[in-house]
């Protein structure tokens, strides 16, 4: 006995009266219209989503981020919202939310410490979609990185033509081991500190000490060091400046050509040159800011140029994302300026 669906026949005749309507030219109201919609809902009818893609967990302080992308397909109709769940094995999850309405989610009821899995899917108006793959994240309290203390006591040795430096590991390496020492140099006690203009070299983290061969004799120099660290992600932490040294090159070779009477001029030579050093030095402290006591010179992060006053913590709040890639995984430095952990990106 064959069986009549009822459900095929209301469509073939939907279908027919659609032809005759359309080639018979009679368009009564919106009947061939009305006939052309029914047929294209039985054709296609609508389904749940498939699963969000690329979930991402990043972990902070009592807080875990997620991102994703949206589903490949809404399933013929807009996705109205996602579920989160959430567990503390990957075999067993529970619902957390449903009211998420972008491709990102903050939970910031979790414990530090404790590892966490989560999911997501999709809503439309047919149902739940596809749940996407299983992330974990393990919220800890952040490390805030520091920078070393400067290098000390830099002291300065004259020979003919060069200069030797020595200086002491400073007493603090926030944490982190020294990567190196830069040297600095310049020529006049006015001159101002820059980075760019008064480098000199640079010596690894284990070498406390740099000779100066590059000196012409009897020329005045002040030198001064600071150490510097790599961070992982690019850049670099630099210390304050170290104490600065002055000195005054000159030949260690000695004239053998004097006589009796230069004899009796050096005590009187030398009363003149102590006066000179004693001005100059005078002059010195007063036009150098370096000796002044509120003076203070502040730890600073190489991220990019110009060099800012660092301090560093994790991305905390929903507007702070990278301005390449709009990850939140960043951190974030005391000038605005931040770092990308997903694209390596740093910004201002």
Same mark, same amino acid.
């Given at each position: ?24 030219? *009679? *368009? ?40 994703? *992308? ?213 002059? *010195? ?64």
């Amino acid at each position: 006995m064959h069986t009549v669906n009822k459900g095929e026949n209301v469509r073939k005749i939907l279908s027919l009266s659609l032809v005759v309507c359309m080639m018979s030219g *009679f *368009f009564i109201g919106n009947v061939c219209i009305f006939s052309e919609n029914v047929v294209n809902a039985q054709a296609t009818e609508a389904t749940t989503p498939s699963a969000p893609e690329y979930l991402q967990a990043t972990a902070g302080d009592e807080l875990v981020t997620l991102e994703w *992308f949206a589903p490949v397909s809404t399933g013929g109709t807009p996705i109205t919202n996602y579920r989160v769940y959430r567990g503390t094995t990957s075999q067993e999850q529970e619902l957390l939310t449903t009211s998420v309405y972008y491709t990102w989610y903050i939970d910031s009821s979790v414990t530090n410490g404790l590892t966490y899995y989560y999911s997501v899917s999709a809503d439309n108006s047919v149902g739940e979609g596809d749940i996407s793959t299983i992330v974990r994240a393990t919220p800890t309290i952040p490390t805030y990185i520091t920078c070393p203390s400067p290098p000390r006591g830099l002291q300065a040795v004259v020979g003919d033509g060069k200069v030797k430096l020595s200086w002491t590991e400073p007493s603090d390496d926030g944490g982190r081991q020294v990567t190196g020492y830069h040297i600095f140099r310049r020529t006049s006690s006015t001159q101002e500190y820059t980075r760019e203009d008064n480098y000199l070299a640079t010596v690894p983290g284990d070498v406390l000490n740099y000779t100066d061969s590059t000196i012409t004799n009897n020329q005045v120099y002040y030198y001064w060091v600071i150490a510097y660290q790599s961070l992982d992600g690019g850049g670099s932490l630099w210390s304050a400046y170290s104490n600065e040294v002055r000195v005054p090159p000159e030949s260690d070779g000695e004239d053998e050509t004097g006589d009796d009477r230069a004899s009796l001029l050096l005590p009187i030579l030398g009363i003149i040159i102590i006066t000179v050093i004693s001005l100059v030095a005078f002059g *010195f402290m007063r036009k150098t800011k370096i000796f002044d006591p509120s003076y203070k010179m502040e730890c600073a992060a190489t991220i990019q140029p110009p060099f800012e006053p660092f301090t560093a913590r994790p991305s905390q709040i929903d507007s702070e994302v990278c301005t390449k890639c709009g990850s939140r995984n960043l951190t974030i430095y005391e000038d605005g300026s931040g770092f990308c952990h997903n694209c390596k990106n740093a910004f201002m």
